[in-house]
């Protein structure tokens, strides 16, 4: 049998996946009695082949289940553990934004009465008009 292309695999219904890996499963195992047998080189040589076969269906099977549940469990409030994304445990126990953005009623009235004070050193400077009164003093002046 020849190598098997995993895109041939994933165009196939999940019934003819099963016949294919039974199909594998059979051929193995004739390989196996042939290698102990004594067979040709070129069976011994194809056990390899057929087993990465088999894995390669396997995978094609459990990939495939594995998007089927991702889309049953889309619009669901909870999904199981193993469809989650991974990250890390810290990342993973971390507060959703929504609940680390609220405020507890006390500290919303402790901001409301007590704003952030604007400093006048960042404050853009206003320089009051020069008039003709103080533009023609001898001396300096503070405007």
Do not use: C
Not at 35 to 58: D, E, F, H, W
Not at 110 to 115: A, D, H, L, S
């Amino acid at each position: 049998m020849a190598r098997i292309k995993v895109h041939e695999l994933r165009g196939k219904t999940k019934a003819e996946l099963q016949n294919q890996l039974k199909d594998l499963k059979n051929e193995l195992s004739l390989l196996r009695v042939a290698k102990v047998t004594g067979g040709a080189p070129n069976k011994l040589s194809k056990i390899k082949v057929v087993r990465l076969s088999i894995a390669r269906v396997l995978t094609v099977t459990s990939q495939k289940q594995k998007a089927a549940l991702r889309d049953a469990y889309k619009k669901k409030k909870l999904i199981p553990l193993d469809l989650r994304p991974k990250k890390t445990r810290a990342i993973r126990r971390r507060l959703t934004k929504r609940q680390d953005s609220l405020k507890t009623e006390r500290q919303k009235k402790k901001e409301m009465y007590f704003p952030m004070r604007k400093n006048p050193l960042h404050l853009p400077i206003r320089v009051a008009p020069v008039s003709n009164i103080t533009r023609n003093l001898p001396w300096p002046t503070a405007y």
